[in-house]
């Protein structure tokens, strides 16, 4: 399945925005309170795409990765009863 340029430029503004906010000294706490600007994108993203090309994203945007990534490990903890709500 091919990537459109609308599909890549969601994940390149995801990827930007955690990028830009590690690079001026943010921390992981730091993206997951900006994140909520990006969760359209990232929704979209995982609506439109198979986990293989959303895998592929990954592999293409460092950035884009450590989002999903921080709402993954977000997901297990609320589920494991880690974070509470």
Known sequence: M???NKQRERAERIDFFV???IENGGTDEDI???MY???NDFKSLMD???SGVLNLLCNQYDGFFRYAKLLE???GGLQRGEIKI
């Open 73 to 75: 490990d977000l997901a």
């Open 48 to 50: 439109e795409l198979p």
């Open 19 to 21: 990028k830009t906010t």
């Open 37 to 39: 600007d990006y969760a």
């Open 2 to 4: 091919d990537i459109t």
């Open 32 to 34: 997951l309170i900006g």
